[in-house]
């Protein structure tokens, strides 16, 4: 799973972003050419991966947790490195006592813009620090996502890339997934042929019929439960069972990534903790489970239901292609149940599998795999 989570705040924060920092400059004659970006924004952490078009050369391969740190008031010179009144992912979590973290995005959409614009010019420096090349960005999107989330991500690039192109997530994933150099051989299995992608993330589980087309709507199912509501619902569970414990829910997720799993009770589940500065062991075998359990229960029906809406033809092969990817895929046993699930409801041999240890960067893989592909009259232009 994830690695950090964060309240999303109800108001501003105490530092509050008053402007975002100068933007890059504009390209200009001396313009140093088009740079391509393969983004996978998610809730919790995101991937960029950079790279120059008619190449298969990566510039850039960053995993950076979503999020922005304002420095507070009153911080004495030399605590903050170069005394940056704005930090990014990992540099504002290791600073959490000195900054007001800010979330950009909740249930996979932007809901703090200012922070996400802050955000993607971070993205934008770590591709290109010159800041004058013309970035071109594929930015990947909850399935089924509406409109005011896609001009919500477009609003907060504006200025920062030239040119967008929005594309659903789990579909990018299954390019990214994709073996290029295996497609024409005998006997593999290409899974953007046909395939059915459930990408679990921070805010949510996103479904997708993949059968060689740009899926329509009607391939893809968006769930607003993934990583985050599993974490609240552990949380909750803690608070009731050992009061005033003093976690946070950072400290929260970071147990449930070590120890999450899906499928019967596997009690005892000891977990050792730091609480009021005393070590103490909690049980927390139930907790973990019907927490995760839960995740189970909400993406099974959806995942029927697009198995159902495949074509006769296809839906034989499309079982024995089900890939379970993004930072759910961690969570033990979870392709065992889910494949057990189908066969005991009667679906033919079914397969359920696991993207692999490479899941935080098949999105952004994909995306820029698509960058590569995209033609002119594809791309959207940012006017400033």
């Known amino acids: 799973m994830t690695t950090a989570t964060l309240e999303r705040q109800p108001a501003a924060p105490t530092q509050a972003p008053t402007a975002s920092p100068a933007l890059p400059a504009r390209p200009g004659p001396a313009k140093t050419g088009t740079l391509l970006i393969g983004l996978d924004l998610g809730t919790n952490k995101s991937c960029v991966l950079a790279g120059p078009p008619g190449s298969t050369d990566i510039t850039v391969s960053k995993v950076i947790p979503s999020v922005v740190g304002y420095v ?21 979590l290791r600073q959490m006592l000195h900054v007001e973290l800010v979330a950009p995005l909740a249930e996979g959409v932007i809901a703090r813009p200012e922070a996400a614009r802050d955000f993607m010019l971070h993205i934008r420096q770590l591709a290109d620090p010159s800041g004058r090349a013309e970035i071109r960005a594929v930015i990947g999107v909850p399935a089924n996502a509406g409109e005011p989330a896609r001009e919500g991500i477009r609003r907060s690039a504006q200025g920062i890339f030239s040119r967008v192109l929005l594309i659903p997530e789990p579909f990018l994933a299954a390019l990214g997934y994709r073996d290029d150099s295996r497609v024409r051989q005998s006997g593999y299995v290409d899974p953007v042929v046909n395939s059915l992608f459930i990408d679990i993330g921070g805010g949510t589980s996103d479904l997708c019929l993949v059968q060689g087309y740009f899926p329509t709507r009607d391939d893809q199912i968006s769930i607003p439960f993934a990583g985050d509501a599993i974490d609240e619902l552990l949380f909750g569970e803690l608070g009731r069972t050992y009061p005033n414990n003093g976690l946070s829910r950072i400290t929260v997720r970071e147990i449930k990534e070590a120890n999450a799993y899906v499928g019967p009770s596997r009690r005892p589940l000891d977990v050792k903790v730091v609480i009021g500065g005393k070590s103490r062991t909690l049980e927390l075998g139930d907790a973990i489970g019907n927490a995760c359990n839960t995740l189970i229960d909400r993406i099974y029906p959806a995942l029927t239901t697009l198995i159902s809406s495949a074509s006769s033809d296809s839906v034989v092969t499309l079982l024995q292609n089900i890939i379970v990817t993004g930072g759910g895929s961690q969570i033990r046993g979870i392709d065992t149940v889910l ?40 791309w959207q232009v940012l006017l400033e």
């Not at 010179?77 to 990992?90: Q, S």
């Open 339 to 378: 494949q057990k699930r189908l066969a005991d409801d009667g679906y033919e041999s079914p397969k359920v599998r696991l993207a692999g240890q490479d899941f935080q960067r098949y999105v952004a893989i994909g995306a820029l795999k698509a960058a590569r592909a995209a033609r002119e009259n594809q």
């Open 72 to 92: 507070r008031d009153g911080i004495v010179d030399g605590i903050i490195t170069g005394n940056a009144r704005i930090l990014y992912g990992e540099d504002a």
